[in-house]
Nanobody
Framework: QVQLVESGGGLVQAGGSLRLSCAAS????????MGWFRQAPGKEREFVAA???????TYHDSVKDRFTISRDNTKNTVYMQMNSLKPEDTAVYYC??????????????????WGQGTQVTVSS
């Protein structure tokens, strides 16, 4: 069993930055792929970024060159640095963990464990 706790969300003006963190319990954190997803009101949950257990990262086109995902296996934590934020980035952001490879990294259904979410609001 893995428990995930997100933090770092908040209200920021367009063009600003936030750093999300996701702390995981459990001894096998390094074996999991970690993903960040987001869900805006009235919309489906969508993929944002993911990092494999081998530290290979992938991003949604809308956040490439603005967001950076990273992990620290010594702290059982995954991070997402979000720069140049836009109002359309406003959503609840969730981290997820699973034994996921390749294109499955983009699919919410491939992940086993989910955090409770953290709100990110970007004002124009």
């Amino acid at each position: 069993q893995v428990q995930l706790v997100e933090s770092g969300g908040g209200l920021v003006q367009a063009g600003g930055s936030l750093r999300l963190s996701c702390a995981a319990s459990g001894r096998t954190f390094g074996n999991y792929a970690m993903g960040w997803f987001r869900q805006a009101p009235g919309k489906e949950r969508e993929f944002v970024a993911a990092i494999s257990w081998r530290d290979s990262s992938t991003y949604h086109d809308s956040v490439k060159d603005r967001f950076t995902i990273s992990r620290d296996n010594t702290k059982n934590t995954v991070y997402m640095q979000m720069n140049s934020l836009k109002p359309e980035d406003t959503a609840v952001y969730y981290c997820a963990a699973g034994f996921v490879l390749g294109l499955s990294l983009l699919s919410p259904s491939a992940y086993i464990y989910w955090g409770q979410g953290t709100q990110v609001t970007v004002s124009s």
